[in-house]
């Protein structure tokens, strides 16, 4: 549009030309955010909506419409160059873990950040961005609407703005959960991403440093026994996400989900009746990281973790995650990170709704490997096969596309989520067999334990045909989860794992994640229950209950869901016992669960 034409349709719409002006600094930002496919239309709904607060102070004195814009404008201009600047270095979504980094850097390294990474082109680009905003801004004509239509558009506004906060505390009655809300509506738009991210990020840290002081208060476990001779020198704790085993080809499934697993399954000890107690990731860790379960639920805060043990056991400890960690509802997996002697934090998207590959994890992994530590810890948290399915894998793992191998019962409306989440598992499949592969290379005492947070339900049952999670209708596909381990050829000379394999069909809880782990590599320790490791001679069989453990009444036996009425897997969905048995009589070892169509 040339600039007459620009200037007639100001003075034709002056009201609407300022708001265009204001959101201009946000809604670019997110556009491009948007159509990379980085995430969903979320940022753009909500920069559309809170960019109308600037209007406000206009209506109000309209006679001073060019101060009150040059002032507003520069601010979002300088906020947004920012969120623009981002975007063109990573091509990620300028989030509040990025600010958090911001926060925590020093003027030095901000610097030799600028210099590394600022392209002239990049310049070129905010000239173009910035001359587009002045010429937005010189346009800017007089606003002339009468009084009671000022007053009453500003009483809009301010409504459409409010009413995050308002609605919520209407329907909650909870002050602190509006003012959540409201702050979380005003993130995607200039320049609230960096006020709502300092504001989290200072809360945040006072409620980590709150339960970090608690823990490093806690005394060390007594009596620990090292087997100094036969631990592994490299231990890997791989941590799953969403990902529910009946749909990996490792345990049966139609489909070939798995194909590098599978291929490698004679190096695999591959347990067949794994559950977690809990289907959100948060809870689940709580309870397969420490001896908190569903009798003890606060022996998170009041006892040592895993990573106390292993940092007790000599071990050094790096935290490598593709998770988002900077967000209020995941401060307890931060805090849990922080344990670690090491942070790799690589997922800054704002939202988990983002695009963001696991793959990233690789480098960071082999430059573990290579440091010194006579003995060393590495945790991994992957993002898996967390929803939204099609942004967890590139386009070339895109390879269920029909109904090829599929069940009758997924319709046609629910095909691409379905196959989605199958195409998510193959992806993941590559990013930890590669994992185990780089292990394979550092060619030490080592030992890779992988295991999912919690699994996800996507059209696997007949009743009622659901996708997700959902603690108060649980299915078996939201509790089932993949649990197996690889031991280098020579840790394996120590024998430890030799037995695992008679082992692999029993009923196991992750919430015993913290017995079995340390009896893997030869921990002992006053208060170690061999009773509930998976591995141990001792292991006794009991009950696996799911539910919250702060609600006693919920919690529920998984086999009574397994196998209710309400809960149960499609008739289609079987457990092939006698198949089992066969294949084992071969020689070939075989997944406890079949599914067949």
Known sequence: MAEPNMRAFAQRHPLLWVYLFFLYFSLTYQVLVYSSG?????????????????????????????????IIGTVLWLGSLASI???????????????????????????????????????????VYSAVALLLWRLIPRLTLAPKWRYT????????????????????????????????????????????????????????????????????????ELDTVDMPDTLVLVIGESTNRQRMSLYGYPRATTPRLDAMRDELTVFNNVITPRPYTIEALQQALSFADEKNP??????????????????????????????????????????????VYLNNNRQQNASQYDGVVLQPF?????????????????????????????????????????????SENNLEEYNSYDNAVLYNDYVVTELIENLRKNNNKALLVYLSDHGEEVFDYVEKPFCGRNEDAPTPAMYTVPFMAWASPEWKKSGHAQQ??????????????????????????????????????????????????NRPKTLTDYDNIAHSSTGAPSKTSVFNRDNLVKRKQQGTPTPTVKLTF
């Open 38 to 70: 980085m995430a969903g239309g979320v940022g753009l709904r909500d920069s559309l909506l809170m960019s109308s607060l600037w209007l406000i102070p206009i209506l109000l004195f309209p006679a001073r419409i060019k101060l009150i814009t040059t």
């Open 500 to 549: 695992w394999h008679a082992y692999t069909d029993r009923p196991f809880t992750s919430s015993d994640l913290i017995y079995t782990l340390p009896d893997m590599i030869g921990l002992s320790f006053d208060g170690m229950d061999s009773t509930r490791s998976l591995v141990s001679e001792s292991f006794v069989s009991r009950q696996r209950w799911i539910g919250n453990p």
């Open 153 to 224: 558009y500003a009483a809009i506004f301010l409504l459409v703005v409010g009413w995050p906060f308002l609605g919520t505390l209407i329907q909650q009655n909870n002050f602190t959960m509006a003012r959540y809300h409201l702050l979380s509506r005003l993130e995607p738009t200039t320049p609230w991403n960096l006020v709502v991210g300092y504001i989290r990020y200072r809360t945040q840290l006072e409620n980590m440093e709150s339960l970090l002081a608690d823990n490093h208060r806690l005394p060390p476990l007594k009596n620990l």
């Open 298 to 343: 606060n022996a998170f805060f009041d006892q040592p973790t895993l990573l106390n043990m292993m940092k007790q056991a000599g071990y050094e400890i790096t935290w490598i995650t593709n998770q988002q960690t900077q967000t209020r509802r995941n401060t307890m997996l931060t805090t849990l990170s922080q344990l670690a002697d090491h942070q």
């Open 85 to 127: 600047g981002y975007w063109l270095i990573y091509g990620q979504d300028f989030s509040q873990s990025a600010i958090f980094i911001i926060f925590e850097s020093n003027p030095t390294e901000g610097s030799e950040f600028i210099q590394s990474y600022l392209h002239g082109w990049h310049v070129l680009v905010f000239a």
């Open 366 to 410: 082999a430059e573990a490997l290579k440091e010194p530590d006579t003995k060393k810890m590495i945790v991994i948290h992957l993002l898996g096969a967390h929803r939204k399915y099609d942004y967890r894998y590139p386009e070339n793992f895109e390879t269920f596309v029909d109904n090829t191998n599929l069940p009758h019962r997924v």
